[in-house]
């Protein structure tokens, strides 16, 4: 399985496209809001669409299962 780092920042603002197989992997209309520590809006990544393993956040590409971590 492909394994790639991504920006959270590009996660969020662009259409996010699997550099293994082409298939279509996420995009900004899936995203959410939800309330940080401090009390602020912030955006982040839909839910059900972030996974967790040893190695960190990612989601996965439905079409080869490769899987894109999620970089600050």
Known sequence: MAEYRVKK??????DLYCENCGEW?????MNMTSVD???K???TVGE????QDDKGE????????ARYY???
């Open 9 to 14: 920042q590009k996660v969020l603002t662009e």
């Open 25 to 29: 992997v996420y995009c900004p209309d």
């Open 37 to 39: 520590a401090q009390g």
């Open 41 to 43: 809006e912030v955006v």
């Open 48 to 51: 059900g669409c972030l996974h």
């Open 58 to 65: 990612y989601i996965e590409c439905p079409g080869c299962n």
């Open 70 to 72: 999620i970089e600050d």
